[in-house]
């Protein structure tokens, strides 16, 4: 495919890598190289290295491993195999499997779609894999962190092990108080997971990967048939179902060749003044102190994207002024469900606020609301230890630094909702007072309003 040839300067902006042998009869230090730590460690040390025999390290021993680690509730595949029919006979079913990958005759089943609907009315596709497809894309998984873990850059935080969208918020908020920046552009890419292309994909992961076998079995999950609601076969062309274990990994490695690098090394280096790059999976944050800077990349970063195959969100991508010294100091963005502006602070000082986006806080409030509501009947421990399990998941995420108000906002609705609640359970009226809720909540320890970010 002409477009998918490789040209080092489009990936990597660096020279491709070299195939470099490794002896057959490597005995012991072979062996040492198929472990985790060892493949991570190669990968820190030698940049240019290209990982041969990466399919016989899905042995049984990483399936077990990866087995242990797999999400046992999640929803079954087309095989309809729930996890505990296939614990049943758990070992003969591993051993099986890694026989199947050993000699190739694994093969990869239909992905059942499913649709979830998304805050805007709309519905997101999901992709669901079979049993064993989930169980391997976990072990392959955790082959392709142990490289590019070592390759990723600090600008990326999406579907990293210890790192969060709340950190890369964090980030992002430290980097804007301290920077000195004026002008920020706000990007979002179209339909990502549906337009990631193939060929694209597996030129990328073969500057890293020398293993055919191993990069087929990739291939076979990217062209996998989708079982749609309706009964139709779809056999997609480009794309990688959201859903699958695999998919942000594989999302990972195609946007630090597409964007990251290309940011690091030729944006950067073409600026005037200092810029930096914050991104969330296909979401990100550019930051320019040069105004001439941020009007040049808004230009050329629709090229940039077009060229694997992708398109920028019009309605979520623009440039925008953001600076201390901005007379519409309140004027802001929103990034990762959380509102950036400026504010100055009881001593006058311009700060950076970040505070809960209004439609991600309206949506947490309805859906805290409708839950009071179907699960108002449960005997009252189990309803408050259900509340306070969604207070604290929500102080988790939005606790960050300036953000008290909103998370207070959310407390005290959902305190008012179970007041209102409770006291309609099978039609009776008025069974709490305003006093006796708040002397259970007392007793039982009602999660409050906390920043649960570290304070550094």
């Known amino acids: 495919m002409g477009k998918a040839r490789y040209r080092g300067k489009d990936l990597t902006e660096v020279r491709s890598p070299q195939r470099k042998l490794e002896p057959d009869n490597a ?3 072979e062996l040492k190289q198929t472990s985790l730590r ?8 030698n940049k240019q290295h290209r990982f041969q025999n990466l399919n016989r390290c899905l042995n049984k021993s990483l399936l077990r491993e990866s087995w242990r680690e797999l999400n046992k509730d999640a929803a079954s595949g087309v095989d309809n195999v729930t996890a505990a029919e296939y614990a049943e006979r758990l070992d003969s079913n591993l051993q099986t499997l890694a026989e199947r990958l050993k000699s190739k005759r694994y093969r990869a089943k239909l992905v059942r779609r499913c649709y979830i609907p998304k805050e805007n009315g709309k519905e997101r596709p999901l992709g ?3 049993l064993e497809d989930k169980l391997v894309q976990l072990a392959c998984t955790k082959l392709l962190t142990a490289i590019y873990e070592q390759d990723f850059l600090d600008c990326s935080h999406g579907y990293r092990p210890k790192r969060s969208a709340k950190d890369a918020a964090i980030v992002l908020r430290r980097e804007l108080q301290g920077g000195r920046y004026g002008y920020i552009v706000e990007a979002d890419i179209k339909g ?9 994909l597996l030129k990328m992961l073969s500057l890293r990967i020398d293993d055919r076998a191993f990069l087929h079995l990739i291939s076979k999950w990217l062209k996998a048939g989708v079982l749609d609601t309706d009964g139709t076969v779809l056999h997609p062309e480009s794309g990688s179902p959201q859903g699958g274990i695999i998919s942000p990994i594989l999302a990972n490695v195609y946007l630090h060749y597409a964007l990251d690098l290309w940011f690091q090394k030729v944006v950067k280096a073409h600026c005037r003044g200092k810029a930096e790059l914050c991104r969330y999976a296909d979401d990100f944050i550019c930051v320019f102190r040069d105004k001439r800077d941020a009007e040049r990349f808004y230009q050329v970063l629709p090229k940039r994207v077009g060229k694997f195959c992708l398109q920028l969100e019009q309605k979520k991508t623009q440039i925008m002024r953001f600076s201390r010294s901005d007379p519409r100091m309140k004027q802001g963005f929103s990034f990762l469900g959380f509102e950036f502006y400026w504010k100055k602070d009881r001593w006058g000082t311009p700060r950076v606020m970040c505070r809960t986006s209004r439609k991600k806080l309206q949506g947490a ?6 839950w009071i509501r179907q699960n108002r009947h449960l ?3 189990e309803f408050f230890k259900g509340l306070n399990s969604r207070l604290r998941g929500h102080y988790n995420y939005y606790g960050i630094k300036y953000n008290y108000q909103s998370l207070n906002r959310f407390y005290k609705w959902a305190i008012a909702c179970t007041f209102k609640w409770l006291n309609r359970r099978g039609g009776k009226r008025n069974s709490y007072t305003k006093e006796t809720l708040e002397r259970i909540l007392r007793l039982i320890g009602i999660a409050r309003p906390r ?6």
């Open 27 to 29: 005995g012991s230090e």
């Open 38 to 45: 060892g493949i991570a460690n190669k990968a820190k040390v």
């Open 128 to 130: 669901i894999p079979a």
């Open 192 to 200: 990502f997971f549906d337009n990631l292309d193939h060929d694209w």
């Open 365 to 370: 409030c309805r859906r805290v609301k409708e």
């Open 379 to 381: 005997p009252g421990s």
């Open 451 to 456: 920043i649960t970010e570290a304070i550094r």
